[in-house]
């Protein structure tokens, strides 16, 4: 069983900045990508940013130059620096491990204020 803990959501200005943060645990294979997915009211859950084991890192066209997924060494703990926020990235977050048919975290909420 696979636990996915995230933290580090909350309420920012516009402009600001959140980073979020996600450890894994329990069986899992560091080989699999982790990576971050967000869900806005009435809106589809999306691709945030996505890294690999092998260090390859791809993101949404709407957050590229402004977001920065990393992962640890280790391979169990992936984050997500958010700067420049907008209200356009009020959403709950989700962290992920093994794409959509992986492991989901249990959601942190990102409130952007304008």
């Known amino acids: 069983q696979v636990q996915l803990v995230e933290s580090g959501g909350g309420l920012v200005q516009a402009g600001g900045s959140l980073r979020l943060s996600c450890a894994a645990s329990?069986?899992?294979?560091?080989?699999?990508?982790m990576g971050w997915y967000r869900q806005a009211p009435g809106k589809q859950r999306e691709l945030v940013a996505v890294a690999t084991a092998g260090g390859t890192k791809n993101y949404a066209d709407s957050v590229k130059g402004r977001f920065t997924i990393s992962r640890e060494n280790t391979k169990t703990t992936v984050y997500l620096q958010m700067n420049s926020l907008k209200p356009d990235d009020t959403a709950v977050y989700y962290c992920?491990?093994?794409?959509?048919?992986?492991?989901w975290g249990q959601g942190t909420q990102v409130t952007v204020s304008s």
């Open positions: 329990g069986r899992m294979f560091s080989f699999n990508a």
């Open positions: 992920n491990l093994g794409g959509t048919n992986g492991n």
